[in-house]
């Protein structure tokens, strides 16, 4: 049976960094707020030149190296995105133009927070249907042009990021992505919103910011993100027969270092087990699991053979889970 295996990993942060101590001198916080009820100490903040489709690229590139490959041997191109540069062209055609990959067909795919593992499913069911494709999964967001920098409450949070991977397919029954778990629903979209430039919708509610924001419902996000990962983690291994102590590692959007121990609490998972990254990028929201699965993956933390689950949530409300064999 073919299996969807990852042969190339890669990432990209933007240079500049925004500390908590630079965020006290922009809005009432404070670090210690800021420490204590997020993990997060610091973040990246895109300037020129590092637009989203520009750090897909970027991140691309080192995952093309990874795996050996020229862009042109790239068949498909998936961006995860809810800030692309624009709405037309999708960020894949442009990234598609930043690595001239011109083999390749692209499209955007929006799941939000969720969006890589939303991605990798997709591009799962390609190489399926034809083992020789390989596909480039990028999650890439510039979050930081769509946060209100009055705002508080979230402008402390997001951050800027892309991260990528190369699939393929392969043949050995136990290697490579052995299962995903999707789900959705829509009733709770209100928890976190981005309602997205105006257009000539007239039921569009936004008219006060232009709808150019984030807008969230943070403690409501915070108990479903932690529920729905944990029952999407849940089912996925009891589906699969293999139980958390079988996991190396769980690679989870990084939103809140809470929301994490909550998790790992909740399924019994030895923190250790868990990767993050918070501290130092904050939410990136879909760049958030390749960016930390590449960091991973070049610390040698995963060997082949070893079990790694992805777990994600995100606005939608969208949330799932990918269980790989490394
Ligand atoms: O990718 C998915 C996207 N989002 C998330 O996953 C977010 C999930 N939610 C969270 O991470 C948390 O709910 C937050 C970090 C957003 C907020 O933490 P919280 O412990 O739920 O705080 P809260 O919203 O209940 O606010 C507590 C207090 C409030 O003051 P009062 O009303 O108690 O006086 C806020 O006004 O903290 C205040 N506050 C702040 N104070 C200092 C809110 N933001 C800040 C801030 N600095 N940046």
Redesign the pocket.
Known sequence: MTRSVVIGTGSCLPKRELTNADLETM????DE??TT??GIKSRRISGHGEETSKLGAAAARQALDMAGLAPAAIDLIIVCSISPDMVMPSCACLVQKELAALNAFAFDLNAA?SGFVFGLDVADRYIKANPAMKILVIGAENLSARTNWQD??TC??FGDAAGACVLTGGEEEQHGLLATRLYSDGRLWQL?SLAGAPSLNPDLEYAADNGAYIK?A??D??KI?VRSMGEAVNSLLAQEGIAIDQIKLVIP?Q??V??LRSLAEKLSLPFDRVYTTIEKYG?T?AASVPVALDEANRRGILQRGDLVLLCV??GGFTWGAALLRW
């Not at 809005?27 to 404070?30: L, M, N, Q, Y």
């Open positions: 809005v009432d916080t404070s707020w800021i009820r997020t927070c508080r409450s402390v949070l976190l969230m943070g403690p996000v915070f993100a959007h939103a809140n809470r929301i939410n929201s949530f995100g």
